[in-house]
């Protein structure tokens, strides 16, 4: 084994270890959890050594890193997310190797992922990005719809030719009524997953959690948690 490897498989074990210990602590199945590694900064030969490890889902954040890794690594059993916010002109690429879009909050990015999705004869996942730092029907600092705009997002996704409408992501807000109220801020997530189910009942996945707090994510009842630096290490500074 490999020095990174090494250093990669033990960083898994203890996320898998803080995974299923969080679990265990909420009455929840392992199988319950997906981790998505957040492979941002980091090259395509630790995308290798993850799938090698076992990793079957990993998340990107920018378009010209994503593109050319994904394509290094087309030969891999992987899932890609994309979780970072997407602009309309670098929608066609994402779709090219994106499975799930996990930051759809507007209208014109769902009519542009459909239209590219349509194009590559693909179907895309979408997650609606939920603001918990904005107003009802606001946007958030980080991207993000208000809670208030769920429903009318939903509806355009779940509507789109090439779109299916998966669920729900937030990130854990810096300001707001949920700043520093980790735990708070999934269970409201998790709240309004439950509304956006009674319309669209396969929209189950609830994307929540990373490194410094998917123990929270976990006890409220995230389905996915995307961890980046508690697994591939502190990512070095850029520029």
């Known amino acids: 084994m490999t020095d990174r490897k090494t250093q990669l498989a033990a960083n898994l ?3 898998e270890e803080r995974i299923t210990s ?3 602590a909420s009455g929840r ?3 319950e959890v997906t981790l998505i590694v957040v492979t941002k900064t980091y090259p395509a030969s630790d995308v290798r050594i993850l799938s090698e490890l076992g990793v079957r889902d990993v998340a990107e954040n920018r378009d010209q890193d994503a593109a050319p890794k994904a394509a290094e690594c087309a030969d891999l059993p ?5 979780v970072g916010q997407l602009q309309t002109n670098k929608v066609r690429s994402v779709v090219g190797y994106a499975d799930v879009v996990q930051s759809v909050d507007r209208p014109k990015l769902v009519t542009s992922l ?3 999705a349509v194009r590559a004869e693909r179907e895309l996942g979408c997650l609606i990005q939920v603001a918990l730092d904005a107003e009802e029907n606001g946007r958030g600092e980080r991207g993000g719809v208000g809670p208030g705009g769920i429903e009318e997002l939903a509806a355009l996704v779940a509507d789109a030719p090439g779109l299916r409408l998966d669920g729900l992501m937030t990130v854990a807000p810096l300001t707001g009524p949920y700043a520093d109220r980790q735990q708070a801020a999934f269970e409201r997530l998790m709240d309004l997953s439950t509304d ?3 319309a669209h009942p396969a929209a189950n996945m609830v994307s929540a959690g990373m490194s410094a707090d998917l123990e929270q994510a ?4 995230a389905t996915h948690v995307r961890v980046g630096t508690a697994v591939l290490g502190v990512r070095p500074r850029l520029g």
């Open 13 to 15: 074990a203890q996320v």
């Open 22 to 24: 969080a679990c265990i």
């Open 29 to 31: 199945k392992r199988e």
């Open 78 to 82: 992987l899932r890609w997310h994309f």
């Open 114 to 116: 459909s239209t590219a």
């Open 196 to 198: 956006l189910r009674r």
């Open 218 to 221: 976990v006890a409220a009842g």
